[in-house]
Structure formats: structure tokens, C-alpha cells
């Protein structure tokens, strides 16, 4: 009798248990609102969403992720992690599991995903060169080591993807800057930039995906290439860029990633000066300088232009400033907390969220108001990213 | 002894019947490639796919489709459809089925999704106003009816969202330009601009969420808010842009969204000639015009900028041509078929969708070679719209 009783409950338990383990059956979701927070320390992310601003899920075993960053498959589904260890982790971000993890050399620095989604590309300081790998497997697929003055390697920096399937990098003892062509993706066809500048150490691809600028650590000013005219060759601007003749101590070599563009302008980090360099896009001239409260390390555009964001370097790293992209003015100067590490806007503007290391936890902050709307809890954050960069090059 | 042994199989199949249809056991995906293509005549949509190219499925009874849009709320799970006879359904394209469906209108022209994702417009006709509703269960928050002349109501056209959680939109009737802020849902703050040219017909928002530019039907010209200054009022601009004084046949009013801005230059359909008209972003005069194949109806940048390809109205809309964006030129004349009603790009621009209404398919195109590289059976289709439009604002 009991066990008569018993079987249709029984039975009930086994079909939600089953259920709950059954491939696709995680929770059905959108991905355009999540996002991913690095935890460097613990080497784990955060899963995140910027809907209802909550934590979904922790994924850890990721090795180190000091200088990690992140990008989108096309589908904003799977979450390439870079590791500074040469570590290369596929993610799940709707299971919140890692489906492939490799260690593809011994000491990288960041990576890119090439327009049509198929093919994920690691920078590496050693061995060094860069590698490429299949998307959906992580399977290698071609390796271009980065050869120069008769058998060196050279450490690779600032890789990029561009329109056309192109891979855009630059060889920081080489002093050089390589395009690849992944049409056929086993034989990447390499065009050579030779004589740069020294030392490339960092670049940005420009938002429309036409220029290619590597800042240089070893002389001031810095490089460019039109990717619409690679005919044309690397052309040298904003000569007085850099550390400058002072020798200013830098605390933290500023993010080239972090250039904003808005309003005809480009918005630059200063090297080792409390400034932010403007310069004129149409002819890469500078327009004016604005004094900041510390030394820059990223200076962003919330996504609309009206507005730039700047954090700064340790010891002045509690605050972060807004500036007027019309006016040039200060318009704000927040100190949402110690050890702001990274920015990242929502892609229509409205939010921005701020990772503050040695708070263990994010700032989500209203643009408009600039007042901290919500605060998430995350061991030891730094980079923040949301899977809207899945639709744009270059990021 | 034979029922023991079957209970192990029923089990099993009870279980497998039972996890597809609980809640969330529908295909787990993500949602960053996912896009629908309405299907005007049939009244329903396809809900596709751009990685592998295909077709995922049919959602039937949407009503009258004609003329019809989409906006994505901002996690890419749930399209917007704005119906021409006053329908506003919510599709969910995880699930593809509809979750809400309204009548909410006699007779309706578009409609957007405010900044924060939170609240849908719609811009009706009859009775003519714009009616706002909750993104999540399409219950009404607010109504703006569009009321001029001592109590007359004018159509609303060219409605869409800006940053600031605002609207903006057009009165046929009235000659006026609105924008009604709502970070107070239920009561939204209004501010009318009077007198802004006779019968504005449709709108554009910039690419950075600047200027709102509506095209004028009762004569030339078009009118231009800055929404960064919307103190200095609406102002006038390319006053010989429109029908002209020769008044001569105009096939199709050409869309405004279909501007393309790349390069510092706009690229815009001429109204009843065969031509696209470049225009200086600087000063917006005009800076030159190009030959082209038909009456332009949409002129559409790739996303990176380098090429513009434009569509025709009928009858030679059979064809779509491609304008290199910095030397001006025709690069290329394509016959993808008959009836060309709508062309979409790919977030990072390496595939273009182009809907070929009297041929019942998609042709999708490699934006790089220019050929045909799929095609997708369609039901008559005409608009198709990305889930990357959640995205972005003004679309």
C-alpha cells in the first residue's frame, strides 16, 4: 500500500531530477544582456546579466587571468577567456561551464575572433607569434610564428580583427606590424610592415575598423595603418606622443583599447601626464589637452559620444572622471571606490559598470545621473565584458 | 513478466516525452545571430539563423504585415512586431511562438523600445498618437494622443528611441517634431517643436543618437533637431532636397532609415531620380550625387563604411548596386532577382540578406566577393531585421 502511494511521487521526483540534467535544459535565455566579470586572483568569472543586474553563475579552473580579455562568439553564446599563461578557455555562458580549454603556449597577451566567427587568434610572447584555432573546438588550425632578423622570435602585441577576415598584429621586438589574410585558413597570407617605430607595445583598431594604431614604448609617437590602403604603408603621428623627453615615471602603461572616438575627436591617455590628449580625427593634429586628476588608463566613450569616461593609474586609482565631449569641460568626478580597474557601457549607453578591485565588488552606475544604481559582489574584479562586443570589430 | 520488463522503456519514454515539454527544454542558444524575416502577404515571419544560414521557424498570425517593423528587446530573446492594421505582438524567437498580442491601434506605422529596454512605442495613424506599453506584458503605461489645431489629431510618423530614455517622432498633420522624455513612465514630459515644414513623412535617427532628421512630403527640404541642443530648435537643411519643381513621378517615397552615413559623408535616395545624393556630415550641404540604376529606395552602409549598396523601386527593382564610400564610385550592379524589398547587413558586415519578395526567397550575399553564397525559401518576404539592432539606438 505504502509503495503503491509512493511510486507516482517517486516517479515525479526522478522526471524533474532527470529534467534538470537533460542536455537544453539549462535555463532558456537571450544572451544580447550578459556579460562575463573577470576575477583575476581567484582565476574565475562572474557570469552576468545587465537587465535585472544580477550574478548567474561563477566558472573557475581558468589559471591565470591577470591581463586576461575576453571575446564573443557570434552567437554571444561562448566566451573565449585569454590567460595571461598562455591558457586559451572556451565558456559556456548559458550552461556556465567551460566546453574546451587548452594551453596553447607559455605566455600570451590577449586575442581576437575573425569577422565571420570561424577562427579564434592568440598573441603570444612565447613562443612568439600567433596561434589560430578553430572556433567551435579550439582544434589548431595555423600558427605564424613571428620571425625576424634570421630566426628570432618576437614577443606579439596588439592583435586585432578586421573586416575582410583579417588578423592585424604587431611584433614588439621586430618592430614591425603583420596583416593576415585567414581567407584560406590553413595558409594565411602575411603582408609585412617593417621599420615601424620600436618597440610596439599595444593597439587599437579604430571603431569603423579602418585604421590600425600601435602606441610605441621604445621612442614617442605613434604608428598607423589604413587598412583601406595597406598600399600605402605605416604612417607615423602625433609625433610628441609619449613618455617624452622628461622621462616621466609611468605607473601603468594606458590601454590603447581605452581611445575613445566621439564628435570628430579622438580622446587619448596621456603617457605618465595627468592629461587627456585631444587630436583631431581628419587630420590626427592636436586640439587640446585636458587636465585629469591622475595619470589615464582607459578614456572611453559611452556609446553615444556626448560622453568620456576616464580612470587613472595607481596610487589615484578611486576615481573616475566624466568629460563633456562637446565642450571638452569636466563635467563630473566620481570616487565610486578603491582600485577601479575597468569600465564597461552598456552597448545603448544607459549603464556603465565599474570594477573596483579592492572593494571585491562592481559599481553599475546610470549615466545620465551619474549615481551608483546597484553594486554586485565579485572577488578581486578587472575586466569587464559584455557580449555586445560579439557585433562589433576589433574589440 | 512482461510488464516488468516494459516499465524500464515506459519510464525512459515518459521521461523523454515529459523533459520536451517542460518549461526551458526548448533548444538552449544563444540569441547574438538570430533575426526574423517578415512575410507580408502570409501575415507571418521566419525566425532565422546567420551562422549556419537557416530558416529555425514559422510564426503564423501576425495579422496585416504590410509595411511591417521589428525592434528586439535588449537580451535578443523577444522580437517587437509592429503591424500595419494596429497589432503589436511579442514574439519570443527561443521559443517561436508569440507571448503577447495586441490590438492596440486602428491603423499603425512603427514603433521602437526605449533605451533601457523597458517600455514599447507605437506611432498610430487613427486615432493618431503614440501609445506606450510595458516591454514585458505589452500592458499600457502611457498615451500621447497627437493633438494640434484645437483638438484635431495628426498621424505620427518616424518614431524612435534616442539615449536619455527618450522618444521622438513626427505629426503628419501638424507639421511638428516631439520628444517625449519618459524617465517618468506614466507621465512622459513632452516638448513640441512647431512649424518644422509641411508633412513630414518619416524619420532618421544618426548613427550616434544625434540628430533626428525628418523628411518632408509637402516640399523640399528636411528638418533636423540636434538632441544635444534642443534649445536651438529644429533647423532646415538641403532645401533642394525632395520631389523638386519638376514634381516628377515618385514610384516609392524612399525610406529615411536607409541613409548611409560612413566617411564623413551621408549617402541618401534622391526623391524620384535616379540618384544618390553625398552630402558633407560637416555642414550637411551637398557634396556631390551618383548615377544610379533606378529611384533609390534604400542606400545602406556596410557597417564598416567602405561600401553603400543601394536597392530600386519598382519597376527595376530587380537590381541592387554597390558605391565604394571614399571614391564615389559604382563598384559593382547586381541582379539577385525579382522584387528587391530589403536588404540586411550582418553585425560586422561580412554578409548582406537580401529579401526577393516575387522569387518566395532570401539571397544571402558575401559582401566581400559580391556573390550568392545561400539562399533561404521565404513566404513573399520583405523586411528583415538582426537581433544587433537591440543594440542600437534609433533603429
Known amino acids: 500500500m505504502y509503495a503503491k502511494q ?3 511521487l517517486a516517479l515525479l521526483l526522478a522526471l524533474l531530477a532527470m529534467a534538470t540534467l537533460l542536455p537544453g535544459c539549462t535555463t532558456l535565455r537571450g544572451t544580447g544582456d550578459m556579460g562575463v566579470v573577470i576575477e583575476r586572483a581567484a582565476g574565475s568569472l562572474q557570469i552576468i546579466e545587465t537587465s535585472q543586474r544580477t550574478a548567474l553563475a561563477r566558472v573557475e579552473g581558468l589559471g591565470d587571468l591577470s591581463h586576461a580579455s575576453v571575446v564573443y562568439s557570434r552567437d554571444e553564446r561562448y566566451a573565449f577567456i585569454f590567460g595571461r599563461d598562455g591558457g586559451l578557455s572556451r565558456v559556456d555562458i548559458l ?3 567551460v566546453t574546451h580549454r587548452i594551453m596553447q603556449s607559455g605566455n600570451s597577451i590577449g586575442g581576437a575572433i575573425s569577422q565571420d566567427g570561424s577562427l579564434v587568434a ?4 612565447e613562443p612568439g607569434g600567433v596561434r589560430i584555432f578553430d572556433a567551435a573546438t579550439l582544434a589548431p588550425v595555423a600558427e605564424i610564428p613571428a620571425e625576424y632578423g634570421g630566426g628570432l622570435l618576437s614577443k606579439v602585441v596588439g592583435l586585432v580583427d578586421a573586416p575582410g577576415q583579417r588578423f592585424v598584429f604587431s611584433l614588439f621586438d621586430a618592430g614591425e606590424i603583420w596583416v593576415a589574410d585567414m581567407r584560406t585558413p590553413q595558409t594565411p597570407v602575411i603582408t609585412k610592415f617593417r621599420d615601424i ?4 607595445y599595444d593597439a587599437l583598431l579604430s571603431p569603423d575598423g579602418r585604421y590600425y594604431i600601435a602606441g610605441l614604448f621604445g621612442e614617442d609617437g605613434l604608428a598607423m595603418l589604413d587598412l583601406w590602403h595597406p598600399e600605402r604603408g605605416v604612417e ?3 609625433a610628441n606622443y609619449g613618455r617624452g623627453e622628461e622621462k616621466l615615471p609611468v605607473y ?3 590601454h590603447l583599447e581605452g581611445w575613445a572616438m566621439a564628435g ?3 580622446f587619448l591617455p596621456a603617457v605618465g601626464r595627468h592629461e587627456v590628449l585631444v587630436v583631431r580625427l581628419s587630420d590626427w593634429q592636436e586640439a587640446g589637452r585636458i587636465a585629469v586628476h591622475g595619470q589615464p588608463v582607459f578614456v572611453m566613450a559611452r556609446p553615444d559620444g556626448r560622453q568620456v569616461w576616464v580612470n587613472f593609474a595607481h596610487p589615484r586609482n578611486d576615481t573616475v572622471q566624466v568629460i563633456d565631449s562637446e565642450s571638452l569641460q569636466l563635467i563630473n568626478t566620481l570616487t565610486p571606490g578603491r582600485a577601479v580597474l575597468h569600465m564597461e557601457f552598456t552597448p545603448r549607453g544607459e549603464q556603465v559598470w565599474i570594477s573596483l578591485r579592492d572593494e571585491n565588488r562592481i559599481a553599475i552606475i546610470d549615466t545620465e545621473s551619474q549615481r551608483t ?3 554586485l559582489q565579485a572577488d578581486k574584479p578587472s575586466g569587464i565584458f559584455f557580449t555586445s562586443r560579439a557585433h562589433q570589430s576589433g574589440l
Chains 1, 2 share one sequence.
Request: charged letters at 20%.
Open 6 to 8: 509512493l511510486r507516482p
Open 95 to 97: 550552461a556556465g561551464k
Open 122 to 125: 592568440v598573441s603570444n610572447y
Open 197 to 200: 617605430g620600436r618597440q610596439p
Open 236 to 238: 607615423r603621428i602625433l
Open 252 to 254: 601603468k602603461m594606458p
Open 264 to 266: 570628430g575627436y579622438a
Open 373 to 375: 544604481v546597484s553594486t
